[in-house]
């Protein structure tokens, strides 16, 4: 099953900050926009941000524009999520996928807690 995989989630207090990380197969990562998402239990995912194949170009959410940052290294199929001033309503699991999101690549995904 071809999925991603997300990493560096973990408790942090609020202000703190975490680096994710997600890594894919090649064949759907490296020509693809990628993006970053999270859930709370018993909500919908939401997008977080999005960045374009070749790097160029992000968009991040308003509500969190001011304190995440979306990157990518396409030699190593991984795109990161740099957030900081982390807030207890940040408190979720964090997903990567393509952008827009492809069903059948969702993977685990990474808890990050949020409290002091």
């Known amino acids: 099953q071809v999925q991603f995989v997300e990493s560096g989630g973990g408790l942090v207090q609020p202000g703190g900050s975490l680096k994710l990380s997600c890594t894919g197969p090649?064949?759907?990562?490296?020509?693809?926009?990628m993006g970053w998402y999270r859930q709370v239990p018993g909500s919908e995912r939401d997008f977080l941000a999005a960045?374009?194949?070749?790097?160029?170009?992000?968009f991040i959410r308003e509500s969190v524009r001011d304190r995440f940052n979306i990157s990518r290294d396409n030699a190593k199929n991984t795109v990161y999520l740099q957030m900081d001033s982390l807030k207890s309503e940040d408190t979720a699991i964090y997903y990567c996928?393509?952008?827009?999101?492809?069903?059948?690549?969702w993977g685990q995904g990474t808890q990050v807690t949020v409290s002091s």
């Open positions: 996928n393509n952008y827009p999101a492809a069903a059948d690549y």
């Open positions: 090649e064949n759907i990562f490296k020509r693809f926009d």
């Open positions: 960045i374009a194949w070749s790097g160029t170009t992000t």
